[in-house]
């Protein structure tokens, strides 16, 4: 079902307090997804017609759970798997400090780098074109992902990432509640709070703190 890209707007606008600038900025960007998409596929040909919705809000809505540690200067939230942006670049519009998007495919990398620059992100950003589980720790104080992995293998994967005191801020689809079990089941310790999706009414926001195995 296509949304009213003006009624996701006002919904940044009201429940997410962005100034005019930043709307610009993620006007901006939206753009570039549909400009960029029929050249290198960085997302389902289908999302293109109602962005806003499926990929920018979508996106958007893990900004209240990031805190105000997101905003300071030393701190660093590493985006998994970030493939057009989501949700790496839209945070780093919204105000994150610091996000480093890993991301393996090299046509997408080149899209993330001229989509920080066309939007202003480049001084608040680090693209890295490596594999996550062979890169060197990233000591993040918050990991993000959106459509990367089975839960197991993401916290398989990001544990040396992850800052001791560091969290997991997860957009999760209908299968959260059995990927919570499957890790669980593999050996993980943690605990988890969840949000309904605002726009998946399957998905939810996860966030794990005290992950250990």
């Not at 998409?37 to 806003?52: C, F, K, L, M, Y």
Request: proline share 4%; glycine share 8%.
């Amino acid at each position: 079902m296509h949304t009213n890209t003006n009624a996701v707007k006002n919904w940044f606008e009201t429940e997410l307090d962005v100034s005019r600038e930043t709307m610009s900025r993620l006007e901006l960007y939206a753009d570039l997804v549909v400009k960029w998409q029929p050249r290198i596929n960085i997302v389902g040909a289908s999302t293109t017609e109602d962005v806003w919705a499926r990929h920018l809000q979508d996106s958007a809505q893990l900004w209240p759970h990031l805190g105000e540690i997101a905003q300071k200067e030393d701190s660093k939230i590493v985006d998994f798997g970030s493939g057009a942006g989501f949700p790496g670049i839209v945070l780093s519009i919204l105000g994150a400090n610091h996000v480093t998007m890993m991301e393996s495919v090299t046509k997408k990398t080149v899209f993330l780098m001229e989509a920080c620059r066309v939007c202003g992100c480049l001084a608040k950003t680090r693209v890295a074109r490596e594999r996550i589980e062979a890169a060197k720790p990233e000591n993040a104080d918050i990991i993000t992902a959106r459509a990367f992995a089975p839960l197991p293998k993401l916290l398989e994967m990001g544990q040396r990432h992850l800052k001791a005191g560091g969290k997991y801020v997860l957009l999760k689809g209908r299968a959260f509640e059995a990927e919570l079990a499957d890790a669980r089941d593999a050996g993980w310790k943690f605990s988890v709070t969840t949000f309904p999706g605002i726009v998946d009414p399957d998905g939810v926001v996860m966030i794990l703190e005290g992950v250990e195995r």
